[in-house]
């Protein structure tokens, strides 16, 4: 594992949303109706029980109330930052049926959980060894939840990644104003501190470590690789300097520094949520002017309108209903040929125009990885991910599968569920146990 | 691991958490929910001759948005069979057997006592309470609270009730009296094991003002019942206290009365309660507030590294003291946190019409922040109790010079006190 540079682009990030005061935790935990059989448990993928971790903050009891994040979600610190709350657990709040802004769940939860790691508690033990190994190709999200609950367990583990850093995108993905990679990478630490989890960075999977080596070395693998490289558009002057992906771009100035001095004008390509935090993102680096390109408009963006609605506030301008054709420029991209789009999202014939860019981010999707296990019989791919049933047993017997490589691009919660319920379930594989045991 | 486990009269249980004698604990299926959710015992629902209960039953204070802050019934004894309710008692215990049940016991004449704990006992009890408490509908009929409010009847039918008993027996004290301490003795004299307290305050909740009713209504009428919820606390932590210091009284209590948390638990048990009980609080949010109650109360413990309850079980008591003891030399004045203020001057208010017109808005309108006169600060509190941002005011001792000194030894040695404040 190589550490991060002191000197990062993101740095310069300031946190969007403040920590709560002592006072404020107090209020708004207060104002927690306690519901029993509460839509926000069923609004969190890892079903945290929100009201009883809230009533704990209200009581003093903070060791508790952070006990009760964690042991639904071991990634419970980082999820109060990035989990996008106005649709999962807030979203479901019973205040807003009252017309009440919902309790700031998010909010508490980074109350409880970063007094958690601020006094250092640790509330788990590795089981009892069972004499069993798992391999996980990835330390993402979903591996290290999957790790951690394996060692509870008593299973042995050995994380495989190719990169230097550990904690997958949620280290080199998510938007530096809600966590930094350095935040991402001390709560890896801290769920790996359980113990008897084996770390082997710069390891490809499998290029380096064959599939028939990692069987033989383990008694059940756990695929967790995630998502590969940004997807590229086939396009006239696609090899210009200043095009490059997104996820790519921002992995770069989080672990590491880009200089954006010459940039006055980029583009984003995309409409989801990489193209909603790339724009934010570029704003922030000092670019003067941002524009998201996207074949649609706000109505029907697979980004999340709040985050629009920030990114809008902040200074980026949109061109809505229009799609790239080409670039343009010298050595250089100077602008971006877009024809315009029809509200089923076709080009107009004759509605060519250029938009000026000296940097082109390209939010248009990931890889899928699915082709990695080509060469593991048994494991089925459709449309790039990985084919599992609902708790994650991929068509091979010990091998088991979650997070984005299973379904396709998530949140980082979603990969945590998904992670613990595959150890739950390897766990009963590898025992012979119930899976609820 | 601080060890919760909690012995009250020899009443074992994991943990010092029982269901009071009330609704929750009203049948097997509910008591049992309640051990997998985790309370150490549970106190069954007064079993005598079923009674016929009216609709409806409760009414609760609202305060500041909060529903339930004061609650009140008029729901009598389980309405149940009795060999329903035995049946139940057995197959609980037969499935928790490490846990705690008592039964809360109210019948009349001593041939019914002698038959009812037979059966108690049969079931498999571990203790019984009797329901000396009950302020509404039994007390009529008399019993409950007739009972408590004369320490001769109590001593008798405890007397009756410990010459049948082979398990544990706790006194269920009514609170509806002037002085606590002379039940108290009562149910000692009459043998008892221990008392629990306190059962519910006779009340009225509340009127209907448009009805002109007082409630809850049945029908065009209502009836005083018992107060109890959050706001009966204080009441039930002095009468704990009171008794817990009183030098005679020698036996063990289960502290009943107000508790909503964990916190309120340590309470109790820092003023002298052995285990607590809980109604109100689970009525209104479920048995699942345990969970915070048991790691609350570990947390604390291991903070202050006691290893079991016996180690801080009346902790408190030794500070509970006569007026005439506190030592008047002792001198605190408010101190506002700039940093933390944020303006409201409520303190301010407060001191001016409700104390002694200490702390002023600073008139230059450079700073929102209030300043206290500190040589008019008498030191009550007030300001820190109407503020609403936790730590803004502290009250902080001041050295004025003077040695500590009580009334009492002023009064009887002579010693010098310090000048009074802040009374022009
Ligand atoms: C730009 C961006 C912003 C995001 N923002 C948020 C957000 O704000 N909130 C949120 O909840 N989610 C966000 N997400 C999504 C979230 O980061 C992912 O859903 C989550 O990280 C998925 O976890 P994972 O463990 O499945 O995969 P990943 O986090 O992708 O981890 C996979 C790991 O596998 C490694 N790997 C890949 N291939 C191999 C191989 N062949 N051999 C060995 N190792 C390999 C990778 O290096 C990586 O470390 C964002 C995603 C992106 C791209
Ligand atoms: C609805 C209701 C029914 C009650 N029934 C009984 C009872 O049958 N026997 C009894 O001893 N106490 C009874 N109580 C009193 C409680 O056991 C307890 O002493 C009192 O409510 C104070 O505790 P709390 O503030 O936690 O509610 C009842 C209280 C309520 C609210
Ligand atoms: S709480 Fe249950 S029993 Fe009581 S009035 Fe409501 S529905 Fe009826």
């Given at each position: 594992m190589s550490k991060l540079p002191d000197v990062r682009s993101e740095l310069t990030f300031e946190d969007f949303k403040a920590a709560l005061t002592d006072h404020q935790a107090m209020v708004e935990a207060n104002r927690c109706l306690y519901c029993y059989d509460a839509p926000c448990i069923k609004a969190c993928p890892t079903g945290i029980d929100i009201p009883s971790f809230i009533r704990k903050i209200a009581t003093g009891n903070i060791r508790g109330s952070a006990k009760t994040i964690f042991d639904s979600n071991i990634l419970g610190m980082s999820c109060a930052r990035v989990c996008p709350v106005e649709v999962l657990c807030e979203g479901d709040c019973v205040d807003n049926a009252a017309g009440i802004p919902p309790i700031k769940i998010g909010k508490l939860q980074r109350y409880a959980t970063d007094r958690a790691f601020e006094a250092g508690w640790t509330f788990y033990q590795a089981g009892p060894d069972t004499g069993k190994s798992v391999g996980l190709i990835g330390a993402g999200p979903a591996s290290l939840a999957a790790a951690h609950r394996l060692r509870r367990f008593g299973h042995r583990c050995t994380l495989y990644d190719?990169?230097?850093?550990?904690?997958?995108l949620n280290t080199t993905g998510v938007a530096p104003h809600k966590m930094k990679a350095d935040r991402s990478i001390t709560e890896a630490e801290w769920v790996l501190s359980i113990g008897g989890i084996d770390v082997q960075t710069g390891v490809s999977i499998p290029d380096d470590l064959t599939w028939e080596q990692l069987n033989e070395r383990h008694d059940a693998l756990f695929l967790g690789f995630g998502l590969g490289a940004d997807s590229a558009l086939d396009l006239p002057g696609k090899d210009l300097d200043g095009i490059e992906g997104a996820v790519d771009f921002i992995e770069r100035f989080k672990l590491g520094v880009v200089d954006l001095s010459g940039v006055q004008r980029a583009v984003v390509l995309g409409g989801g949520n990489t193209a909603l935090d790339a724009v934010r993102e570029l704003i922030t680096l000092g670019v003067p002017h941002v524009t998201m390109v996207y074949r649609g408009d706000a109505s029907n963006m697979s980004g999340y309108a709040h985050e629009w609605d920030a990114a809008k506030t902040e200074g980026v301008r949109a061109h809505w209903n229009a799609q790239p054709i080409g670039y343009v420029g010298e050595g250089r991209v100077s602008a971006v040929r877009c024809i315009q789009t029809s509200a089923d999202k076709r080009p107009v014939p004759g509605t060519e125009h250029e938009v000026p860019a000296d940097l082109v981010l390209l939010a248009v999707g990931q890889a899928k990885l699915g082709e990695l296990v080509a060469r593991l019989d048994g494991v089925a791919v459709e449309w790039g991910c990985i084919v599992t049933d609902?708790?994650?047993?991929?068509?091979?017997?010990g091998v088991y599968a979650a997070g984005d490589c299973r379904n396709g691009g998530k949140e980082v919660v979603n990969a945590v569920a998904e992670g613990r319920d595959a150890a739950i379930a390897i766990h009963a594989y590898l025992t012979g146990a119930d899976q609820d045991a | 691991m601080p060890d919760l486990t909690s012995n009250t009269a020899g009443i074992i249980s994991p943990n010092p958490f029982w269901l009071a004698s009330a609704p929750p604990a009203n049948s097997g299926a509910q008591v049992q929910r309640a051990f997998d959710a985790g309370w150490g015992g549970a106190v069954w629902k007064t079993l005598g001759q079923p009674i016929q209960n009216v609709s409806s039953r409760f009414g609760a204070i609202q305060w500041m948005g909060q529903n339930g802050v004061g609650f009140n019934n008029i729901e009598l004894i389980t309405d149940r069979p009795l060999d329903v309710n035995f049946r139940e008692i057995y197959e609980t215990k037969k499935r928790y057997p490490k846990h705690a049940i008592i039964a809360s016991l109210m019948v009349e004449t001593r041939e019914e006592w002698r038959e009812i704990i037979k059966r108690a006992e049969d079931a498999g009890a571990d203790g019984l309470e009797l329901n000396f408490g009950c302020p509404h509908g039994m007390c009529e009929r008399g019993m409950g609270s007739a009972v408590g409010q004369e320490p001769r009847v109590n001593e008798r039918i405890t007397g009756w009730v410990k010459e049948f008993a082979n398990v544990p027996v706790l006194v269920k004290l009514t609170p509806n009296v002037g002085d606590i301490l002379p039940h108290g003795l009562a149910a000692q004299a009459g043998g008892a094991d221990g008392v629990s307290l306190i059962n519910t305050i006779k009340s009225i909740i509340g009127v209907d003002i448009d009805r002109f009713v007082p409630e809850p209504r049945v029908s065009t009428k209502s009836t005083n019942g018992g107060y109890c919820g959050a706001a009966v606390r204080p009441i039930a932590l002095h009468m704990v206290a009171a008794l817990a210091r009183e030098?005679?009284?020698q036996i063990p209590i289960s502290g009943i009365g107000g508790i909503t948390n964990w916190r309120d638990a340590v309470e109790f048990l820092l003023l002298g309660s052995s285990s607590v009980q809980v109604c109100t609080e689970v009525m209104l949010r479920g048995y699942r507030i345990v969970e915070d109650m048991i790691e609350g109360l570990e947390d604390y413990m291991r903070a202050h590294d006691f290893a079991r309850l016996d180690d801080f079980v009346g902790k408190a008591v030794p500070a509970y003291s006569e007026w005439g003891n506190l030592d008047i030399n002792f001198e605190t004045i408010a101190k506002i946190d700039p940093a933390s203020?944020?303006?409201?001057?409520r303190c301010v208010v407060a001191c001016h019409?409700?104390?002694?017109?200490c702390i002023h808005i600073d008139e230059s309108g450079k700073t929102h922040v209030p300043f206290v006169d500190e040589s008019e600060c008498v030191g009550c509190n007030l300001c820190q109790i109407v503020?609403?941002?936790?730590?803004?005011i502290s009250m902080v001792e001041v050295d004025n010079g003077y040695p500590p000194a009580t009334w009492n030894e002023h009064v009887n040695e002579g010693v010098q006190v310090r000048p009074k404040k802040g009374a022009h």
């Open positions: 190719k990169r230097d850093v550990i904690g997958g609902a708790v994650g047993a991929t068509g091979r017997p | 030098p005679q009284f203020c944020i303006g409201c001057n019409d409700g104390a002694h017109q503020c609403p941002v936790p730590g803004c």
